[in-house]
Nanobody
Framework: QVQLVESGGGLVQPGGSLRLSCIASGIIFSRSAMDWYRQAPGKQRELVARITNGGDTNYAETVKGRFAISRDNAKNTVYLQMNSLKPEDTAVYYC???????????WGQGTQVTVPS
């Protein structure tokens, strides 16, 4: 069974930093691309950052230069380092991957990040 478990969210003042973590099980992590998505109240879920199994990364324009995605294959963990946080970064952040030959979606339970205005 595929399981993704996020942690690290919280309340942080504007300009502050947080690091999210996602531990994966039930997949061959080293072969898996991993994503971070977020969903703000009343908005659609959006892709924030992606890291391929080879370590290539890409980011949403709104977070480029502030967020960094990384992975530790020995720990089956993907991270999202978030710096210079803004109120508009407030959202529930989800870890995501695709697995299996049919590329099924797997989602974590989400972790809340709140940056007050």
């Amino acid at each position: 069974q595929v399981q993704l478990v996020e942690s690290g969210g919280g309340l942080v003042q504007p300009g502050g930093s947080l690091r999210l973590s996602c531990i994966a099980s039930g997949i061959i992590f080293s072969r898996s691309a991993m994503d971070w998505y977020r969903q703000a109240p009343g908005k659609q879920r959006e892709l924030v950052a992606r890291i391929t199994n080879g370590g290539d990364t890409n980011y949403a324009e709104t977070v480029k230069g502030r967020f960094a995605i990384s992975r530790d294959n020995a720990k089956n963990t993907v991270y999202l380092q978030m710096n210079s946080l803004k109120p508009e970064d407030t959202a529930v952040y989800y870890c995501h991957t695709n697995w299996g030959l049919r590329m099924y979606d797997a989602w974590g339970q989400g972790t809340q990040v709140t940056v007050p205005s």
